[in-house]
């Protein structure tokens, strides 16, 4: 994955994954809430400037790991035993059943080809519109250039309907996010949020990071 630095300073580096269509600028709001440290950001597979691949790897020997979404599905399957500590943002525990997982897919299949056929700013107004983005609509500047094989790869390889079942806890929620709010007993609620946490209140999420590791 292609790795950027978000933020230069001491101690031991804080690595961000982006959520799917994102890139790792997407982090910049919230590093720059935070005090002097060393932040990274990757592109995930097929995002950004990193070429889609299923197998990837950090390639860091101690870090913290902060991950949003899509990317916090990639956190708890390939890098939660590596990471010093994890914070997870807006992330799904996984499915409980076989047939949910199966439509998830069917329904990823979609978004997938829908990707292929459609005007980026096209599909970018349709993703967005979904409810549990509503109301707040990411800058689509950098979400247009984008490697649309790519993201349409990923989208399919990292479906939720692959992920599975996790008990996790301590997720950052933002309070406006019913359905995922939903999901957890005792989520952390980020205010003045809905579902992109990092972008729509991004020094709360600065806040909870520090805390937890420390700085």
Not at 36 to 49: K, Q, R, T
Not at 169 to 196: C, Q, S, T
């Amino acid at each position: 994955m292609t790795q950027n630095c978000l933020k230069e300073g001491p101690g031991i580096p804080i690595v961000f994954l982006h959520g799917f269509l994102g890139k790792a600028e997407d982090w910049v709001p919230v590093c720059s809430f935070l005090p002097p440290c060393h932040c990274i950001g990757f592109d995930l597979p097929g995002h950004g400037n990193s070429p889609f691949t299923e197998k990837f790897d950090i390639d860091i020997p101690h870090f913290h790991l902060v991950a949003y979404s899509m990317g916090g599905r990639i956190a708890l399957q390939q890098f939660a035993k590596k990471a010093a500590t994890l914070t997870l943002l807006s992330v799904h525990p996984g499915l409980k059943t076989e047939e949910e997982k199966q439509n998830r897919i069917e329904s990823d299949r979609a978004w997938a080809q829908l990707l292929l056929e459609l005007p980026i700013d096209e599909f970018l107004t349709r993703w967005s519109d979904q409810p549990i983005f509503k109301p707040y609509r990411p800058d689509f500047t950098m979400r247009r250039k984008q490697n649309i094989h790519g993201l349409s790869a990923s989208l399919m390889h990292f479906s939720l309907g692959k992920q599975p079942r996790y008990e996790i806890e301590g997720v950052l929620i933002g309070e406006r996010d019913e359905k995922f709010r939903a999901l957890y007993k005792n989520p952390i609620l980020i205010p003045n949020a809905g579902h992109m946490v990092h972008l729509e209140n991004p020094k709360a999420v600065a806040a909870i990071i520090r805390t937890r590791i420390g700085l």
